[in-house]
C-alpha cells in the first residue's frame, strides 16, 4: 500500500468536496448526471513501465463543477474484476491540470499485469490493463509494437483496430506526433466534417490564410489541451492505452512544425511553455513523479522559466535488451542542412574531405576517401579566373532562382553570391550553361559546355568533391523532403557532421548520456542504442 500521507489542507480540500459531490450525486437533482462516458471522457492510460512501478493517467469531469478539484479513488489489482486489490489511494484531480491525474504506482511484481480503475462521486471508469518489465535477469521475450504520427484530422486509426484485433503487445512505443498542432493544414491534412478540430479558443490561435483555406496551429494553453482532448476521444486510441502501457517521446508537432529546441528564439517561448504543460497534463510519463507519487500543479517542471523537459530515459527490457529513448527535437538545431543552401554549392572539396578523414581516422584517410569516391561529384571552382563569364551569368541564374522561390530581392542577391562565388558540382553548372545557351539573346554568345556527356574525358579530369547535391538536397529553397531534414546520403552526410561538429542535435549532455549507456553493458545480453544521425 502507499506510504504518501495528504497534508492536512489536501485533506480538507478532498473532505469538502467529497460532501459536496455526495450531495449534487445523490441528495440533490443535477443538471448533468454523472455516467461513466462524460465522467471520464478520455477513459484512463498506463505508461513509462519498470519492474516494479508504472505510471497510471486518467482525466476525470463534472460539468456542475468545473473549477473545483475532484478527490478521485484509484485502484490498482491483479484480477480485472478487482477484487484482490494492492493499491488503493485517494488523490486530488486539479482544476489547474485540467482534471488530469498522473500517479506512480510503486512496489509492483516483475513481468506482471495488472488493473487499474478510476472512482469519482461512485462513477467508475473502464478498467485499464498494464503490465510491468521483466526483472533485469528475465530473458524472458517481450513482443513491442511501434507506433507515431497519429495525425486525426481527416484520418482514422485503423491500424490500432487491427493491431488490438491481431496482436497482444507487451508495450506500446509512441515516436512522436502524438497529437498535430493544425486544425485542417491543406498541404497534409483532409478536411472531414466528422474528424476535425476547431478550437474553441479561436482567438488566440494562429490563423493561418493559405491560397483560398483558412486554418489554425494551437498557440494557447486551451488550444493544445483540446487537441489531447479530441484525440484521446477516439475509441481505437482509448482502446490501444486500455490494454497496454505505452513508453512516448515527442517529435515536433505536439508543438510545433520541424520544432529545433536548440534555436535561441525558442528557449522562453509562451507558446512551448503551453505545447510542453499539455504533454505533461496528459501523457503518462515519469517525467516529474522522480520525488512524488502524484504529479500536481506545484510540480517546478510548470514554471515558465523551467530549464528544457528532461524526456531522454532508457528502459531495462529484462535481460534481453536496453531500450534508450532519446529526444531528437529538444536540443538540435534548426536545421543541420540550410534549407536554401544552393544544391549545387560544394561544402568539401577533395582536399578537405582528405583532411577530415584523416583528422578523425589517423592513418586511415586515404583509405576511407577512396571508399568515398564513388559518391563524390566533380567540381568547378568558379573563382579561378577559366570561368570568370560563368560566374556573373550564373550569379544572375541563381538570383532569379532564389526570387521565384520567394527568397526576397536582398536575401535572393546574398544567396546568389554566394553560389556564384564558390566551388560548384559540374552536373548542376553544366546545366545552368545549357538553360543559358537555350534561352540566349541575339546578341550573346553561348557558353560553353563543361562536358558534353557523364563519363567523357573533360569530365573525368575534373577533381571531386561533395555538394549538398551529393547529401540528396534537390530543392532550392526548403525545409522538408530528401536531403533537408528528413533523409540523406549517409556517407555524405558523415562527411558534413565531421566539417561541421558542433550541430550536435542531441546536445552535449544527451550524447554523453547516449554513450555512456551504450558503454555499459548487459550479461547476459545486448545493448539497442539509438543510432546517431
Not at 189 to 214: C, G, L, M, Y
Not at 223 to 233: A, E, F, P, V
Not at 250 to 277: L, P, S, T, V
Request: aromatic fraction near 12%; charge should be negative.
Amino acid at each position: 500500500m502507499p506510504t504518501d500521507v495528504l497534508g492536512r489542507r489536501e485533506a480538507l480540500k478532498i473532505l469538502s468536496t467529497t460532501v459536496l459531490g455526495y450531495y449534487l450525486g445523490t441528495g440533490c437533482t443535477r443538471q448533468y448526471p454523472l455516467e461513466s462516458s462524460t465522467c471520464f471522457p478520455q477513459s484512463v492510460a498506463s505508461g513509462d513501465p519498470r519492474a516494479e512501478r508504472v505510471i497510471l493517467w486518467t482525466r476525470v469531469v463534472d460539468r456542475e463543477l468545473l473549477q473545483e478539484d475532484y478527490p478521485v479513488l484509484l485502484e490498482v489489482a491483479k484480477d480485472e474484476a478487482c477484487h484482490e486489490i494492492v493499491w488503493s489511494q485517494t488523490y486530488l484531480a486539479e482544476a489547474a491540470l485540467d482534471h488530469c491525474l498522473r500517479i506512480k504506482v510503486g512496489g509492483l511484481e516483475p513481468a506482471t499485469y495488472y488493473y487499474y480503475r478510476f472512482t469519482y462521486a461512485g462513477i467508475r471508469s473502464r478498467t485499464g490493463r498494464t503490465r510491468t518489465l521483466p526483472a533485469e535477469e528475465d530473458m524472458r521475450s517481450l513482443s513491442l509494437a511501434m507506433v507515431y504520427g497519429q495525425d486525426y484530422v481527416g484520418r482514422y486509426y485503423n491500424p490500432y483496430a487491427y493491431l488490438l484485433r491481431h496482436h497482444d503487445p507487451d508495450l506500446i512505443l509512441h515516436l512522436g506526433d502524438y497529437v498535430y498542432e493544425s486544425t485542417g493544414d491543406p498541404t497534409f491534412q483532409v478536411r472531414n466534417p466528422s474528424r476535425n478540430v476547431i478550437f474553441r479558443d479561436s482567438e488566440h490561435a494562429q490563423k493561418i490564410e493559405w491560397d483560398t483555406v483558412t486554418f489554425y496551429l494551437a498557440e494557447s494553453l486551451e488550444n493544445y489541451r483540446q487537441l489531447y482532448r479530441t484525440y484521446r476521444s477516439d475509441p481505437m486510441l482509448q482502446k490501444l492505452h486500455e490494454r497496454h502501457p505505452m513508453i512516448a517521446i515527442w517529435d515536433d508537432h505536439e508543438y510545433k512544425d520541424d520544432y529545433a529546441g536548440g534555436d535561441a528564439e525558442e528557449k522562453h517561448n509562451a507558446r512551448r511553455a503551453h505545447a510542453r504543460r499539455a504533454y505533461l497534463e496528459y501523457m503518462p510519463l515519469e517525467i516529474g513523479l522522480e520525488e512524488a507519487s502524484s504529479f500536481t500543479s506545484s510540480n517546478a517542471l510548470l514554471d515558465d522559466e523551467a530549464p528544457p523537459l528532461k524526456l531522454y530515459r532508457d528502459f531495462s527490457l529484462g535481460g534481453l535488451a536496453r531500450l534508450l529513448v532519446s529526444d531528437y527535437r529538444t536540443y538540435r538545431p534548426d536545421a543541420l542542412i540550410p534549407m536554401d543552401a544552393f544544391p549545387g554549392t560544394v561544402f568539401a572539396d577533395e582536399e578537405e574531405i582528405r583532411s577530415l578523414y584523416e583528422g578523425h581516422y589517423p592513418g586511415e584517410g586515404e583509405t576511407h576517401c577512396r571508399q568515398l569516391s564513388t559518391f563524390c561529384s566533380p567540381y568547378i571552382d568558379l573563382q579561378a579566373s577559366t570561368y570568370a563569364n560563368y560566374r556573373s551569368i550564373f550569379k544572375k541564374l541563381i538570383y532569379e532562382m532564389y526570387v521565384s522561390e520567394g527568397a526576397g530581392f536582398i536575401g535572393a542577391g546574398v544567396l546568389a553570391a554566394r553560389a556564384a562565388g564558390g566551388k560548384m558540382n559540374v552536373l548542376t553548372a553544366n546545366k545552368l550553361v545549357v538553360y543559358y545557351n537555350e534561352h540566349l539573346k541575339n546578341d550573346k554568345s553561348p557558353l560553353p559546355l563543361l562536358y558534353e556527356e557523364e563519363g567523357d574525358e573533360k569530365y573525368l579530369g575534373y577533381a571531386r568533391g561533395l555538394s549538398y547535391l551529393d547529401l540528396g538536397k534537390y530543392a532550392l529553397m526548403t525545409r522538408d523532403g530528401v536531403g533537408v531534414t528528413t533523409l540523406v546520403s549517409k556517407m555524405a552526410f558523415d562527411v558534413y557532421a565531421m566539417k561541421y561538429p558542433d550541430q550536435n542535435v542531441y546536445g552535449e549532455e544527451q550524447s554523453r548520456w547516449i554513450q555512456s549507456c551504450t558503454a555499459r553493458q548487459l550479461s547476459p545480453g545486448f545493448s539497442l542504442p539509438v543510432p546517431f544521425p
